[in-house]
């Protein structure tokens, strides 16, 4: 699975270094999850998908499939920003 975001990269630092300079976690590993499985994270990817989550505000379908990925990718770009 290609791990990516479509925003440009300049804005994904510019929100990574806010998240960091007010003391946010920016990685999975931040609050203490860095050994999580697919499967783990998806358990957890259909818990904010329930019925009744503020999730289905989204003016789009949001499966616990595209959760999964964009925890993915935000663990992905905090790591990569904590490594500059």
Do not use: Y
Not at 41 to 60: F, M, R, S, W
């Amino acid at each position: 699975m290609m791990l990516s975001s479509d925003k440009p990269s300049a804005t994904i630092d510019l929100v990574f270094d806010f998240c960091q300079s007010v003391g946010l976690p920016v990685c999975l590993a931040d609050i203490g999850l860095l050994d999580m499985c697919d499967d783990d994270l998806l358990k957890v990817a259909h818990g904010a998908c329930d019925e009744g989550e503020t999730i289905h505000n989204e003016p789009v379908e949001v499966t616990p499939r595209c959760v999964l990925h964009a925890m993915k990718v935000a663990d992905a770009e905090g790591r990569r920003h904590k490594g500059k």
